[in-house]
Protein backbone atom coordinates (compact mmCIF):
# COMPACT_ATOMS: atom_id res chain seq x y z
CA UNK A 1 0.00 0.00 0.00
CA UNK A 2 1.78 3.04 -1.51
CA UNK A 3 -1.15 5.71 0.51
CA UNK A 4 -0.65 8.05 3.16
CA UNK A 5 -0.52 6.08 6.69
CA UNK A 6 -1.00 7.23 10.18
CA UNK A 7 -0.28 5.64 13.48
CA UNK A 8 -1.93 4.64 16.13
CA UNK A 9 -5.36 4.29 14.47
CA UNK A 10 -7.03 5.09 18.00
CA UNK A 11 -5.25 6.43 21.05
CA UNK A 12 -6.97 6.11 24.54
CA UNK A 13 -5.26 8.90 26.81
CA UNK A 14 -6.02 10.45 30.33
CA UNK A 15 -5.62 14.00 30.71
CA UNK A 16 -2.55 15.21 31.48
CA UNK A 17 -0.54 12.60 29.64
CA UNK A 18 1.61 13.22 26.56
CA UNK A 19 0.80 11.87 23.19
CA UNK A 20 2.67 11.41 20.19
CA UNK A 21 1.56 10.54 16.54
CA UNK A 22 2.92 9.74 13.35
CA UNK A 23 2.00 10.52 9.50
CA UNK A 24 3.90 8.78 6.39
CA UNK A 25 3.31 10.41 3.75
CA UNK A 26 3.18 9.22 0.03
CA UNK A 27 7.00 8.84 -1.25
CA UNK A 28 8.57 11.67 -2.74
CA UNK A 29 5.18 14.22 -1.55
CA UNK A 30 7.35 16.98 -0.26
CA UNK A 31 4.11 18.75 1.16
CA UNK A 32 2.10 17.46 4.64
CA UNK A 33 -0.50 18.56 6.37
CA UNK A 34 -2.39 18.03 9.74
CA UNK A 35 -5.32 18.87 10.25
CA UNK A 36 -8.08 18.26 13.35
CA UNK A 37 -11.51 16.91 13.25
CA UNK A 38 -14.24 17.51 16.21
CA UNK A 39 -17.34 15.73 16.09
CA UNK A 40 -19.32 16.78 13.85
CA UNK A 41 -17.58 19.54 12.16
CA UNK A 42 -15.00 19.61 9.31
CA UNK A 43 -11.66 19.52 9.65
CA UNK A 44 -9.73 22.08 10.64
CA UNK A 45 -6.08 23.15 9.50
CA UNK A 46 -3.82 22.83 12.30
CA UNK A 47 0.22 22.68 10.34
CA UNK A 48 1.84 22.56 6.69
CA UNK A 49 5.09 21.47 5.73
CA UNK A 50 7.40 21.76 3.08
CA UNK A 51 10.18 19.00 3.21
CA UNK A 52 11.40 19.72 6.85
CA UNK A 53 10.50 23.33 6.92
CA UNK A 54 7.54 23.87 9.42
CA UNK A 55 5.91 26.78 6.86
CA UNK A 56 2.56 27.89 9.00
CA UNK A 57 0.91 27.25 11.53
CA UNK A 58 -2.77 27.50 12.95
CA UNK A 59 -3.47 29.44 16.24
CA UNK A 60 -5.19 26.32 16.88
CA UNK A 61 -1.70 25.03 17.88
CA UNK A 62 -1.08 25.71 21.30
CA UNK A 63 2.54 25.73 23.12
CA UNK A 64 1.59 22.19 24.39
CA UNK A 65 1.38 21.01 20.62
CA UNK A 66 4.38 20.28 18.48
CA UNK A 67 4.92 18.91 15.19
CA UNK A 68 8.09 18.18 13.26
CA UNK A 69 9.09 16.50 10.35
CA UNK A 70 13.27 15.43 10.16
CA UNK A 71 14.48 14.95 6.81
CA UNK A 72 11.26 15.55 5.08
CA UNK A 73 10.02 12.60 5.31
CA UNK A 74 6.96 10.81 8.08
CA UNK A 75 5.95 13.47 10.68
CA UNK A 76 4.86 13.45 13.95
CA UNK A 77 2.55 15.53 15.87
CA UNK A 78 2.87 15.17 20.13
CA UNK A 79 0.50 16.86 22.07
CA UNK A 80 1.36 17.41 25.94
CA UNK A 81 -0.67 17.55 28.86
CA UNK A 82 -3.23 16.67 26.92
CA UNK A 83 -6.97 18.01 27.72
CA UNK A 84 -10.54 16.50 27.38
CA UNK A 85 -10.39 19.41 24.74
CA UNK A 86 -8.03 17.56 22.53
CA UNK A 87 -10.06 14.36 21.50
CA UNK A 88 -10.58 14.49 18.19
CA UNK A 89 -9.66 13.00 15.04
CA UNK A 90 -6.23 14.24 14.00
CA UNK A 91 -5.99 13.70 10.06
CA UNK A 92 -2.76 13.85 8.13
CA UNK A 93 -2.35 14.40 4.04
CA UNK A 94 0.36 15.03 1.80
CA UNK A 95 0.78 16.17 -1.55
CA UNK A 96 3.00 16.63 -4.68
CA UNK A 97 3.82 20.65 -5.87
CA UNK A 98 -0.27 20.57 -7.10
CA UNK A 99 -3.28 21.22 -5.21
CA UNK A 100 -4.30 17.17 -4.37
CA UNK A 101 -3.93 16.06 -1.13
CA UNK A 102 -4.46 12.90 -0.27
CA UNK A 103 -5.61 11.47 2.95
CA UNK A 104 -4.54 9.17 5.76
CA UNK A 105 -6.64 7.15 7.87
CA UNK A 106 -6.19 9.67 10.52
CA UNK A 107 -5.76 9.16 14.59
CA UNK A 108 -8.39 9.13 16.55
CA UNK A 109 -7.97 10.56 20.24
CA UNK A 110 -9.76 9.97 23.46
CA UNK A 111 -8.78 11.59 26.55
CA UNK A 112 -10.63 10.90 29.64
CA UNK B 1 -19.76 33.31 9.49
CA UNK B 2 -17.57 30.10 8.33
CA UNK B 3 -15.87 31.18 5.40
CA UNK B 4 -17.30 27.57 3.92
CA UNK B 5 -20.80 27.30 4.02
CA UNK B 6 -22.42 23.46 2.88
CA UNK B 7 -26.11 23.14 2.88
CA UNK B 8 -27.75 21.22 3.40
CA UNK B 9 -26.21 19.48 6.75
CA UNK B 10 -28.20 16.38 6.64
CA UNK B 11 -30.19 14.93 3.62
CA UNK B 12 -32.39 11.75 3.42
CA UNK B 13 -32.76 11.07 0.51
CA UNK B 14 -34.82 7.38 -1.37
CA UNK B 15 -32.58 5.01 -3.27
CA UNK B 16 -32.95 6.44 -7.44
CA UNK B 17 -33.57 9.65 -6.19
CA UNK B 18 -31.32 12.76 -7.94
CA UNK B 19 -29.33 14.35 -4.75
CA UNK B 20 -27.47 17.78 -5.17
CA UNK B 21 -25.35 19.20 -2.02
CA UNK B 22 -24.03 22.89 -2.33
CA UNK B 23 -20.86 25.02 -1.06
CA UNK B 24 -20.39 28.68 -1.05
CA UNK B 25 -17.39 30.49 0.18
CA UNK B 26 -15.87 33.76 0.91
CA UNK B 27 -12.89 33.67 0.57
CA UNK B 28 -9.96 33.85 -2.76
CA UNK B 29 -9.15 30.20 -3.80
CA UNK B 30 -7.77 28.22 -6.71
CA UNK B 31 -9.22 24.97 -6.27
CA UNK B 32 -12.21 23.75 -4.73
CA UNK B 33 -12.02 19.99 -3.67
CA UNK B 34 -15.34 17.57 -2.86
CA UNK B 35 -14.29 14.76 -0.75
CA UNK B 36 -16.06 12.25 0.83
CA UNK B 37 -15.95 10.55 4.06
CA UNK B 38 -17.26 7.30 5.43
CA UNK B 39 -18.18 6.48 9.03
CA UNK B 40 -14.36 5.50 10.90
CA UNK B 41 -12.89 8.78 9.22
CA UNK B 42 -11.20 7.80 6.07
CA UNK B 43 -11.28 10.66 3.41
CA UNK B 44 -11.36 10.60 0.02
CA UNK B 45 -11.29 12.97 -2.69
CA UNK B 46 -13.97 12.57 -4.87
CA UNK B 47 -13.08 15.97 -7.33
CA UNK B 48 -10.42 18.96 -7.27
CA UNK B 49 -12.01 21.67 -9.80
CA UNK B 50 -10.75 24.89 -10.33
CA UNK B 51 -13.55 26.11 -13.40
CA UNK B 52 -16.81 24.53 -15.26
CA UNK B 53 -17.79 21.07 -14.66
CA UNK B 54 -16.30 17.50 -13.93
CA UNK B 55 -18.22 14.41 -14.03
CA UNK B 56 -17.16 10.92 -12.67
CA UNK B 57 -19.46 8.30 -13.00
CA UNK B 58 -22.78 9.17 -11.52
CA UNK B 59 -21.16 12.14 -9.59
CA UNK B 60 -20.70 15.64 -11.62
CA UNK B 61 -19.78 18.59 -9.75
CA UNK B 62 -19.77 22.21 -10.80
CA UNK B 63 -17.79 25.51 -9.68
CA UNK B 64 -18.58 28.94 -10.65
CA UNK B 65 -15.99 31.29 -9.32
CA UNK B 66 -18.11 34.45 -9.84
CA UNK B 67 -20.88 33.35 -7.66
CA UNK B 68 -18.36 31.29 -5.48
CA UNK B 69 -20.37 28.88 -5.24
CA UNK B 70 -20.10 24.94 -6.34
CA UNK B 71 -22.51 21.93 -6.20
CA UNK B 72 -22.54 18.18 -5.91
CA UNK B 73 -24.79 16.23 -7.94
CA UNK B 74 -25.46 12.65 -7.25
CA UNK B 75 -27.76 10.78 -10.08
CA UNK B 76 -29.82 7.76 -9.59
CA UNK B 77 -28.67 7.75 -5.36
CA UNK B 78 -28.16 4.31 -3.73
CA UNK B 79 -27.58 3.38 -0.25
CA UNK B 80 -23.58 2.75 -0.82
CA UNK B 81 -23.53 7.06 -1.36
CA UNK B 82 -24.44 6.91 2.45
CA UNK B 83 -21.26 9.26 3.70
CA UNK B 84 -20.55 13.03 4.71
CA UNK B 85 -19.99 14.90 1.77
CA UNK B 86 -17.22 17.92 2.57
CA UNK B 87 -16.76 20.67 0.44
CA UNK B 88 -12.81 22.78 1.22
CA UNK B 89 -11.58 25.02 -0.83
CA UNK B 90 -7.44 25.63 -1.65
CA UNK B 91 -6.40 29.03 0.17
CA UNK B 92 -3.35 30.57 0.82
CA UNK B 93 0.24 30.36 0.15
CA UNK B 94 0.63 26.79 1.56
CA UNK B 95 -2.45 25.71 -0.38
CA UNK B 96 -4.04 24.31 2.99
CA UNK B 97 -7.72 23.59 2.54
CA UNK B 98 -10.57 25.21 4.39
CA UNK B 99 -13.39 22.62 5.05
CA UNK B 100 -16.75 23.21 5.45
CA UNK B 101 -18.78 21.46 7.95
CA UNK B 102 -19.92 18.43 5.96
CA UNK B 103 -23.51 16.98 4.43
CA UNK B 104 -24.27 13.39 6.18
CA UNK B 105 -25.70 11.80 3.29
CA UNK B 106 -27.78 9.00 3.98
CA UNK B 107 -29.64 6.76 1.21
CA UNK B 108 -32.64 4.77 2.46
CA UNK B 109 -33.52 1.38 0.09
Known amino acids: DTGVSQDPRHKITKRGQNVTFRCDPISEHNRLYWYRQTLGQGPEFLTYFQNEAQLEKSRLLSDRFSAERPKGSFSTLEIQRTEQGDSAMYLCASSPATDTQYFGPGTRLTVL | KNEVEQSPQNLTAQEGEFITINCSYS?????LHWLQQHPGGGIVSLFMLSSGKKKHGRLIATINIQEKHSSLHITASHPRDSAVYICAVVGGATNKLIFGTGTLLAVQP
Open chain 2, 27 to 31: VGISA
